[in-house]
């Protein structure tokens, strides 16, 4: 090259190096890129050969394009043979290890061309010079121009061979080649960044519309769903309101859909249930009565699930509203013929029993720490199933925390309330009754009974309690009451009953009755309660018998072992 065409020759070179990396920022695609790397190198850096070895997600390095000119000038068609080979990186670092640093450039002459690992791929059999002239270009002669990114790490090592000249490339060439390979390595490092958020996109498309095929199967879920479901914002101003519900739920309360997420659950709540609902934690669960349009309440059964996310944990609860008006009813209607007599409709004996025994505890005088002591008795005191489902004494005694107020003898020097206060229990058995049932037959009989029943619900305050223990006899328990209200109480029951009785037929019949007023407290069992009554009835009876005539105490212990 003549120094006076130097200046020619640069000028040249630089408009082909800028042409060949328009290029390279023109490319689109990875691939695209990648080509227009080694057509650049070949076209425009006056080389007959080039590759880009571009690194793996393993390390390894992987032949990704090739151009070579065949002796004509014209593309090799046999240059795919390269494509795909793989070379170790550890080849790699020790083959441009032993070359020749030439600034960013790895030169390998031929002289250390033994050191080329098998595993490199290269051109074999290809064609340059055999010259001693250590300027030429040798046919065993390497050079290599390592790429990287912008942030140092290497993406590639483009190979380049046999300069058209013939000549090792001089320090305006080997300037050349690191320019183009610094702006190569940006190059396919852009490229691979748009290809990495080309397929982010796609991932993010696809998440999208998986994202909304699941929302409008969850949308279509909880708007058909055959039951309630409504869903309540927990934390920002719409805090427990409902704020989106389905049709369902607008049927079961019978309320339009834009009334209902005006409330909240606890708005909709019977007042007797707002405890109950309270006490329901997330992902709990409540037998409720919820308000309807009507005025009425159904029974329903609450189910809450969360709904989070990951940024800001518990938004919302998913409620599913199941009817179960038809099932409480039947459960009810079960608990009420388990501890109600069937013909009066009365508490029953065991009934009585439970209700004593939650008035009553086994301890005389009141003792510290009395709710442990009675959560402890509640315990073996061993309720039954339908206690917890009769909306009574024995519900409202388990709701009221165990606080119990402790029940003594009118007469009883521990007695705190004022006027010496108590329990009674009244013992009431129907004089005559059985001759009305051999006479008249048990139509009758029942009806007097069922009389009877209705006359004691009457004179009674509201609180206390009728009940039939069996046969002919009542029991009736009054709580609060002194000794002289007991004997008015008494009185009033007596006159009650003793009027004449419609029955069958248009006739008339009488039933007197027979009263023993007995005591509760607390220290006493439920047996000597009953009996200590039951036994002053009998006096009553014997007395107004004259003391003569068969024992009216005959056959009425099993009357007590209920």
């Known amino acids: 090259m003549d120094t006076e065409s130097e200046p020619y020759v640069r000028l040249e070179t630089l408009r082909s190096l800028h042409r060949v990396i328009a290029d390279l920022n023109a490319a689109r695609s990875l691939a695209g890129t990648l080509q227009a790397v080694v057509e650049g190198a070949v076209t425009g850096l006056g080389y007959e050969a080039a590759a880009v070895n571009l690194v793996r997600p393993d390390g390894d390095l992987v032949v990704a394009a090739v151009w070579e000119l065949d002796e004509d000038g014209e593309p090799d068609s046999g240059i795919d043979t390269m494509l795909g080979r793989t070379g170790s990186r550890d080849s790699w670092n020790r083959l441009l290890a032993v070359g020749e640093k030439w600034g960013p450039l790895v030169f390998v002459p031929r002289e250390r061309s033994w050191a080329s690992p098998p595993d490199i791929p290269t051109w074999g059999g290809g064609r340059g010079i055999d010259s001693p002239v250590e300027e030429d270009w040798h046919v065993d002669d390497f050079l290599f121009a390592p790429m990287h990114s912008l942030g140092g790490e290497l993406l590639g090592v483009l190979s380049v061979d046999r300069p058209r000249n013939g000549r090792r490339p001089g320090a305006w060439g080997r300037e050349a080649l690191a320019m183009f390979s610094q702006q190569a390595g940006i190059a396919i490092g852009n490229a691979r960044l748009r290809a990495e958020m080309q397929r982010a996109l796609v991932r993010f498309e696809r998440e999208q519309q998986t994202l909304r095929a699941s929302e409008e199967s969850y949308r279509q879920a909880f708007e058909y769903a055959p039951s309630g479901m409504a869903i309540t914002e927990l934390h920002d101003v719409a805090g427990g309101r409902l704020t989106r519900v389905n049709d369902a739920l607008c049927r079961l309360l019978g309320r339009p859909r834009a009334s209902l997420e005006r409330y909240s659950f606890v708005d909709l709540v019977h007042p007797e249930d707002e405890q109950k609902l309270r006490r329901v934690a997330e992902n709990g669960r409540a037998e409720v009565r919820l308000s309807r349009r009507d005025g009425g309440y159904l029974w329903v059964h609450l189910r809450n699930s969360v709904v989070a996310d990951t940024a800001e944990g ?33 508490p029953n004996a065991a009934e009585l029993r439970i209700r004593l025994r939650m008035r009553l505890c086994d301890r005389p005088q009141a003792l510290d720490g009395g709710a442990d002591l009675l959560a402890e008795e509640s315990h073996s005191y061993g309720l039954s ?28 020097p521990a007695a705190e309330a004022p006027g010496g206060r108590g329990l009674a229990v009244v013992f009431c058995d129907l004089d005559g009754f059985k001759s009305i049932n051999d006479r008249f037959g048990h139509s009758a009989g029942d009806a007097v009974l069922i009389e009877v029943a209705r006359r004691l619900q009457h004179v009674v305050r509201e ?53 023993g007023i007995g005591w509760a407290g607390c220290g006493m069992t439920i047996d000597e309660v009953l009996h200590t009554a039951d036994e002053r009835m009998y006096l009553e009876k014997r007395s107004r018998a004259g003391g003569t005539g ?13």
């Open 385 to 412: 199933t339908y206690e917890s489902l009769y909306s009574g004494p024995a519900e409202a005694y388990e709701t009221a925390g165990f606080e119990h107020v402790h029940a003594v003898l009118p007469d009883d």
């Open 463 to 515: 609180g206390d309690t009728v009940a039939r223990l069996g046969g002919d006899e009542f029991v009736v328990l009054a709580d609060g009451v002194g000794r002289e209200e007991a004997r008015d109480l008494a009185g009033r029951l007596r006159t009650a009953i003793t009027p004449p009785i419609r029955v069958e037929g248009g006739r008339t019949v009488r039933v007197g009755v027979s009263l």
């Open 550 to 562: 068969n024992n009216p105490s005959g056959g009425r212990s099993h009357r007590r072992a209920g």
């Open 314 to 346: 518990v938004r919302f609860l998913l409620t599913h509203v199941e009817d179960i008006e038809d099932r409480k009813r039947h459960e009810l209607q079960l608990a009420h013929r388990a501890s109600h007599d069937g013909l009066t409709g009365l």
